[in-house]
């Protein structure tokens, strides 16, 4: 999900900055003194993500972890993501520094969207609700994320259902990997650290 | 005001625990594959050949890849696709600096500079046309088509024998992964950032 320098046109390039600002504002606007240190946690395990690979058949492809930002962080998912892929893009050559607006607008929207629509659900106190809910949180951020970056690359000329077919039929078992990871992790937290999920009863 | 302090510290303390078991955890879990997901791409000249492999991984390489070539004024000269194994081999087509761009589909994207310098002198295209090989070497006096001969000997010799080495030296220069220093590098990153926000955050607060 990582696009590469070079591979969009200046007007996408220039409104994912935008918008990747506009949400960064809004992250940094949120993010109290008591959360910078779990926010660092998340940005550098979402840094480091992007090294686990996950080898599917003859592809393999790596982990994401922007739903469950999403769920511990909300708004602040933005900054967090930001720093994350701008460390890849400069340590790794992962994507590219002309590219990590748009990059992280692909990566930081689907987490924040999921946040709101899944909050509830992953705050119940019922074990199967909030299961399901953290597992689609996880699941839907990386299919958003997919659509995202296939709506990107429209604009380049590749075909859009056949972009998004390649892009989301890869990431299919990311998606449910990710789902997994998601709704053990949120368990885990809730049981041995719940102060780390007060954003979902906000 | 001693109490809100003490609470901090405490939560702070508390935090500080969960990285260290977090940052343990991801680098045991990264150590054994570390590799990244990106493309790669890498073109080495063979004589009057240049042979360009794009690879995402070891195992993983390129298929149907779309490899450009573009010269120094950025005019394309030709363009191709990788073949199952990732390569894709092209006649050298001027003596300058080459850039070879790979897009590998859905945003991957990289490229390679051949330097001129690197193809090596006297290569079929730096003589012009009419190829000087053997057959068309036609020189009008013994003398000279002796020494011609010897030149063109001399070369193919040459060129056998550092045949290993420029594979080798190919192989060095190819990008590897980022390694454990990249890694370790970008989370003293993230807390270093998160020490500076968390100072400018704490004055703030104090004022």
Not at chain 2, 114 to 121: C, D, Y
Request: proline content about 4%.
């Amino acid at each position: 999900m990582h696009i590469s320098e070079g591979v969009l046109s200046p007007p996408i390039l220039i409104s994912g900055a935008a918008l990747a600002i506009l949400g960064t504002a809004v992250g940094l606007r949120k993010l109290d003194y008591e959360k910078i240190p779990k926010t660092a946690i998340l940005s550098a395990a979402f840094f480091i993500a992007s090294l686990v690979h996950i080898p599917i058949g003859p592809s393999s492809v790596h982990l994401i972890l922007n739903g469950l930002m999403g769920l511990l962080l909300g708004w602040v998912a933005f900054p967090a993501i930001l720093i994350g892929l701008l460390l890849q893009a400069i340590l790794f050559q992962h994507g590219g520094l002309t590219s990590l607006g748009i990059n992280t607008v692909i990566m930081s929207v689907p987490a924040v969207t999921c946040f709101f629509v899944f909050k509830t659900g992953a705050g119940s106190h019922r074990f199967w609700v909030s299961m399901t809910s953290t597992f689609l949180c996880g699941f839907c951020s990386v299919l958003l994320g997919n659509l995202m970056a296939a709506v990107a690359l429209i604009f380049t000329g590749e075909a859009f259902v056949a972009v998004a077919r390649v892009i989301v039929a890869a990431h299919l078992p990311v998606m449910i990997i990710e789902g997994i990871i998601t709704a053990i992790c949120v368990r885990f937290l809730k049981k041995v650290k719940p102060e780390m999920l007060e954003v979902i009863y906000d | 005001m001693i109490n809100s302090d003490t609470i901090r510290d405490k939560i702070l303390f508390n935090n500080l625990r969960y990285i260290l078991v977090f940052m343990l955890f991801f680098i045991l879990a990264t150590a054994s594959s570390v590799k990244a997901h990106k493309v790669y791409i890498y073109a080495w000249v063979e004589g009057d050949t240049v042979h360009v492999e794009s690879y995402f991984s070891k195992t993983r390489k390129v298929n149907e890849g779309l490899i450009q070539v573009f010269d120094t004024s950025g005019t394309k000269l030709l363009e191709g696709r990788t073949n199952k194994s990732g390569e894709f081999s092209f006649a050298l087509p001027k003596k300058t600096d080459l850039r070879i761009v790979v897009g590998a589909g859905t945003g991957h994207r990289n490229e390679y500079i051949l330097e001129g310098e690197e193809t090596p002198e006297g290569s079929g295209v730096a003589a012009g046309p009419g190829k000087t090989t053997d057959e068309t070497a036609v020189s009008p006096s013994p003398i000279q088509a002796d020494t011609e001969h010897i030149r063109i000997i001399v070369e193919q010799v040459i060129e056998a024998r550092l045949k290993p080495i420029s594979r080798e030296l190919a192989e060095i220069r190819r990008e590897k992964g980022p390694g454990l220093t990249e890694i370790i590098g970008g989370i003293g990153y993230i807390f270093g950032i998160m020490g500076l926000i968390m100072y400018l955050k704490g004055r703030r607060k104090k004022r």
